[in-house]
């Protein structure tokens, strides 16, 4: 069974803050690793994706792969009340295999209050 | 490009009657998946697809059908419907290839069985 974790939340930080959140994965053959935003009564938007272990950046996003851990995290900073939401992390196969599927944890919820 | 679309928004059905969810994506991704999503839950993939002609199952598939005729259209159809079924379900897509796992989802549709 493969499985993804998430910090169970809710998380809460104030305007400004460095929100961190964080995920874990069961099945050592997984590459591809995303986390997606869901507002509430919305659906999942994708906001970053990695592949490779280290650190990438996406203006107040970065994700990090520890994939010897099995770790996935994103952390927001300058963190703004329109983050509040709920964070999805999510693992799948290797980039280009034509599997196709992934495997969802449960999401953490993030409040930033201003 | 209105990406995946899904129709209808809201429904309710009574225990027992039938209906088929609506998933058109203009995308040209080649697969396709129906998810649901329970409150408090992560998302349960329900089918998939890889291709025009080529479905399989999920995690959650029992009370479910699919087909896959086009591309664009993956429709997920209720049979029998159950108050087990009452969920939020969401279509989503993606391109094999270099950015494969890169899943978008539909807007969704949210569905009550009384």
């Known amino acids: 069974q493969k499985e993804v974790e998430q910090n169970s939340g809710p998380l809460s930080v104030p305007e400004g803050a460095i929100a961190s959140l964080n995920c874990t994965y069961s099945?050592?053959?997984?590459?591809?690793f995303f986390w997606y935003r869901q507002y509430s009564g919305k659906s999942p938007e994708l906001i970053m994706s990695?592949?490779?272990?280290g650190d990438k950046e996406d203006g107040r996003f970065t994700a990090q792969l520890n994939k010897a851990s099995q770790y996935v995290s994103l952390l927001i900073r300058d963190s703004q009340p329109s983050d509040s939401a709920t964070y999805l992390c999510?693992?799948?196969?290797?980039?280009?295999?034509?599997?196709?599927?992934?495997?969802f944890g449960r999401g953490t919820q993030l409040t930033v209050w201003p | 490009n209105a990406g995946v679309t899904q129709t209808p928004k809201f429904r309710i059905l009574k225990i027992g009657q039938s209906m088929t969810l609506q998933c058109t994506q203009d995308?040209?991704?080649?697969?396709m998946y129906w998810y649901r999503q329970d409150p408090g839950m992560g998302l349960k993939l329900i089918y998939y697809?890889?291709?025009?002609?080529?479905?399989d199952k999920g995690e959650v598939p029992n009370g479910y059908n699919v087909s896959r005729s086009t591309t664009e259209d993956f429709p997920l159809r209720l049979e029998l419907a159950a108050p087990s079924q009452t969920s939020v379900y969401f279509c989503?897509?993606?391109?094999?290839?270099?950015?494969?796992?890169?899943?978008?989802f539909g807007p969704g549709t949210r569905l009550t069985v009384t």
């Open positions: 697809s890889v291709g025009a002609g080529i479905t």
């Open positions: 099945d050592r053959v997984s590459q591809s």
């Open positions: 989503a897509s993606s391109l094999s290839g270099t950015d494969s796992y890169e899943q978008y």
């Open positions: 995308m040209n991704h080649n697969y």
């Open positions: 990695i592949y490779s272990n």
């Open positions: 999510a693992a799948g196969g290797a980039r280009g295999s034509t599997l196709g599927r992934l495997y």
